[in-house]
């Protein structure tokens, strides 16, 4: 049994930051990519960033400069420090990883909501 827990969203006003936390826990041999997707009101689930285990990221453009994703291998856990917050991040974020058990399966998070308005 595997569980990603979040937390560390909330409601921001525009051009703040907010930082999300994930840990993974349960039966884990290792862990390959981490990341954050999310999701808002009638859109699809969309990529915002990832890191795999030696420590190479991936961005979408909008979020590029803004966003930092980073994680603690020791701990299992995935960050992401999100600065210069806009309205249109407004979304459920979802906490993803690439987990090693008998193979490797895809898990995720229950999702946190980030609101940004004034």
């Known amino acids: 049994q595997v569980q990603l827990v979040e937390s560390g969203g909330g409601l921001v006003q525009p051009g703040g930051s907010l930082r999300l936390s994930c840990a993974a826990s349960?039966?884990?041999?290792?862990?390959?990519?981490m990341g954050w997707y999310r999701q808002a009101p009638g859109k699809q689930r969309e990529l915002v960033a990832l890191?795999?285990?030696?420590?190479?990221?991936n961005y979408r453009d909008s979020v590029k400069g803004r966003f930092t994703i980073s994680r603690d291998n020791a701990k299992n856990t995935v960050f992401l420090q999100m600065n210069s917050l806009k309205p249109e991040d407004t979304a459920v974020y979802y906490c993803?990883?690439?987990?090693?058990?008998?193979?490797?399966?895809?898990?995720w998070g229950q999702g946190t909501q980030v609101t940004v308005s004034s």
């Open positions: 890191i795999n285990s030696g420590g190479s990221t």
């Open positions: 349960g039966s884990i041999r290792s862990i390959n990519d």
């Open positions: 993803y990883a690439r987990i090693m058990r008998l193979g490797y399966s895809d898990y």
